[in-house]
Each structure stands twice: as C-alpha cells, then as structure tokens.
C-alpha cells in the first residue's frame, strides 16, 4: 500500500506538473569532444545495422570455449 501511493504521488509530481524549462543550461560540445565522439558515433550505428562484423570477431573464441 504505501509503495502504491508513492507510486502515484510520484507520477503525479512527474507527470501533472508544469514545465518550467531545464534546471540547468547544458553548455554545447566542443570541436575537440565532436572529433572524438564522431567515431564511436559510427562504430554504435555501423554495428546496429551489421552485427555481423562484432560476431564474426568474437566467434572463434566462443568456439573454442564451448569446444
């Protein structure tokens, strides 16, 4: 029960209240932090349209593991 009305005293504090913009201004990327995510970035995206690439790497190991 009482885990139920913290339930909704938070959705109602989330959910039914006004918005009054961010708490904090998030201050914006830096050329230097871009050059260093602009791969990672293509790595994530590279590797969720061709999975195949991670699994042909790590399959002779999990064979051999497993064998």
């Known amino acids: 029960v009482i ?3 913290y339930f909704l005293w938070m ?3 989330v959910i039914l209240q006004t918005y009054h913009g961010p708490a904090i ?3 914006r990327i830096s050329f230097r932090e ?3 995510l602009a791969p990672l970035i293509m790595l ?3 590797i969720g349209i061709y999975p ?3 699994l042909e790497m790590i399959n002779s190991t999990v ?3 497993l064998g």
């Open 11 to 13: 959705l109602q504090r």
């Open 52 to 54: 195949g690439i991670a």
């Open 44 to 46: 994530i995206i590279l």
């Open 25 to 27: 201004e998030l201050p």
């Open 34 to 36: 871009l050059v260093y």
């Open 63 to 65: 064979l051999a593991i």
């Open 3 to 5: 885990t139920a009305g």
